[in-house]
């Protein structure tokens, strides 16, 4: 059930939300004070407030398990200043071998049998390709059963690998925090006196435009200026699609990397500008991945793509994390930090896991629980991310560390909707692949 | 009456001017089913994948 409608001003806008199940109007301002919504806009929405709170509420709490990370490898070839992976797993950890990979795909492939859909397998932190000839051999040998996905440093990436990833249909995400070399190289140090600027870009340039390609820059205070820099870099270079992702601080380390809220979100919506305005002009269309995220959150809540921004979390609910050891956490964030195992693959059934008092206290952890999101009207929008990191923090039931950046965008994005943007702000493809739930025309 | 039918007359005219320009509308996925069961957090490439 919703707690009803809240209005707030934005721009030249009233908009009027329930927080509860994102139903929305906006209306043209009526004054500084005055707020006039219609009663066909509060009949109709008095018509559709139930469904649109069941269709809410099934998905947030749903338990359908799409997507499990391995992480082949706990070592990397690189030594990047925010990465939530303590320093000592990353140099001295432990590597599957390839008979452990298999069996770990064995007991996944078993655990969805019957199941029509294909389930979701990606390959994942610390730097997968260090295995990277079991991980090739495991998509070749699963290609039938698993979609695969890999997120790389590129460092170890050569063309003939690339060529193989376009084959299988591999999702890939490649992390490059800048345009500028030395800007990248000084945050994703690799090796000496270098990073992994030019092998990224050298990678990016063999896609040649591949519709399965993400580059994932992690937003710190030293890069936070380069993001309209860089969409306009990927622009060139054919990538569809960017995630500026501000960077967690779930290694307490990190902190002093933390960019100001303001700067960010000015520089982040600089960004948006700058993709739409080369979508708009050009043939090629590029989108900021999280900020696509955010407009569907409003404009279709159920199509949302990243985990993230939703509560709970998909993490011990949507998704989970095998590390290289075996262990089953709830995500990757939560590598490093005690407590949180659902169980070891090699010994525990992957219901188990799911039913475990880890994953559990995970699923437990959602907004109206939090003070001050239980009354924030965007808390259905922002999600609260996110718990590992929070949970560094002391305590994982408190708001977002980037929350008044968060509030910003979703201003924004209610700007963009306003304006007619949405068209270039999603991918190509997904025209054909959304319908109206309603169009609400007050006429 | 003619009170009656002034406060009619205000209200539509204050119902026509927020009709105009009123944006509601919601939009769900058409070939695939809803988000949560078609997390790809990497990539498009499939057909029945849905939309980011």
Redesign the interface.
């Given at each position: 059930m919703s707690g009803g409608l809240t209005v707030w001003k934005n721009n030249k806008n009233d908009i009027v939300l329930d927080p509860d199940n994102l139903?929305?109007?906006?209306?043209?301002n009526?004054g500084d004070h005055k707020v006039?919504?219609?009663?066909?806009?509060i009949n109709?929405y008095k018509n559709v407030r139930n469904k649109?709170s069941a269709e809410i509420k099934d998905?947030r709490f749903?338990r359908?398990l799409?997507?499990i990370y391995i992480d082949p490898t706990d070592k990397c070839n690189a030594n990047c200043a925010y990465c939530y992976i303590p320093n000592q797993i990353r140099k001295n950890g432990h590597s599957m071998s390839w008979e452990e990979l298999d069996f770990v795909l064995r007991k996944i492939k078993k655990h969805f049998e019957g199941k029509k859909?294909k389930q979701?397998i990606?390959f994942h932190a610390s730097e997968p390709l260090l295995v990277k000839g079991i991980i090739f051999k495991a998509i070749k040998e699963y290609s039938r059963v698993f979609?695969f996905?890999?997120?790389t440093n590129a460092i170890l990436l050569e063309k003939e690998d690339v060529i193989f990833l376009k084959k299988y249909?591999?999702?890939?995400?490649i992390s490059l925090d800048s345009f500028s070399s030395s800007v990248n190289n000084r945050l994703r140090p690799a090796g000496q006196g270098a990073g992994n600027f030019s092998h990224a870009v050298r990678a990016i340039e063999w896609f040649d435009g591949y519709?399965?390609?993400?580059v994932i820059t992690t937003v710190t205070k030293l890069n936070v200026r380069d993001l309209p820099g860089m969409v306009r870099f990927m622009h060139s270079k054919k990538v569809?699609?960017v995630l500026l992702n501000p960077m967690r601080f779930t290694h307490s380390g990190s902190l002093r990397l933390k960019p100001d809220e303001k700067l960010l979100a000015k520089y982040f919506i600089k960004a948006v500008d700058t993709a739409i305005a080369l979508s708009k002009n050009s043939k090629h269309r590029i989108?900021v991945?999280n900020f696509?995220?955010t407009i569907?959150a409003i404009?279709?809540?159920?199509?949302?793509?990243?985990?993230c921004d939703?509560s709970p979390c998909?993490g011990a609910r949507?998704?989970f994390t095998i590390t290289a050891k075996g262990e089953m956490i709830p995500c990757g964030e939560f590598i490093g930090i005690k407590g949180f195992s659902g169980g070891n693959i090699f010994k525990t059934s992957i219901t188990k896991a799911m039913v475990s008092k880890p994953f559990k206290n995970i699923r437990d952890r959602f907004v109206e629980k939090i003070r001050e999101c239980n009354v924030c009207d965007f808390r259905n929008i922002c999600g609260a991310p996110c718990p590992a990191e929070l949970h560094s923090f002391g305590n994982m039931y408190q708001k977002s560390v980037f929350c008044n950046f968060y509030k910003e965008i979703i201003k924004y994005a209610f700007k963009m909707?306003?304006e007619d943007k949405v068209k270039y702000l999603?991918?190509d493809?997904?025209s054909?692949?959304?319908?109206?739930?309603?169009?609400?025309n007050?006429? | 009456m003619a009170q009656k039918k002034r406060v009619r007359a205000l209200?539509q005219v204050?119902?026509e001017?927020?009709?105009?320009?009123?944006?509601?509308?919601?939009?769900?996925?058409?070939?695939?089913a809803?988000?949560?069961?078609?997390?790809?957090?990497?990539?498009?490439?499939?057909k029945e994948k849905?939309?980011?």
């Open positions: 139903f929305w109007v906006i209306t043209p009526q006039f919504i219609s009663e066909k806009v109709f649109l998905f749903s359908d799409t997507a859909r979701v990606i979609k996905g890999l997120q249909h591999v999702g890939v995400g519709k399965g390609l993400n569809p699609c989108i991945g696509a995220n569907l404009i279709a809540p159920l199509a949302r793509r990243l985990m939703i998909g949507c998704f909707i306003v999603l991918r493809e997904s054909g692949m959304l319908k109206f739930a309603y169009n609400f007050p006429a | 209200k204050k119902e001017r927020a009709g105009s320009g009123t944006i509601a509308y919601r939009l769900k996925c058409a070939k695939t809803n988000g949560l069961s078609h997390f790809v957090m990497y990539g498009d490439v499939q849905t939309v980011l």
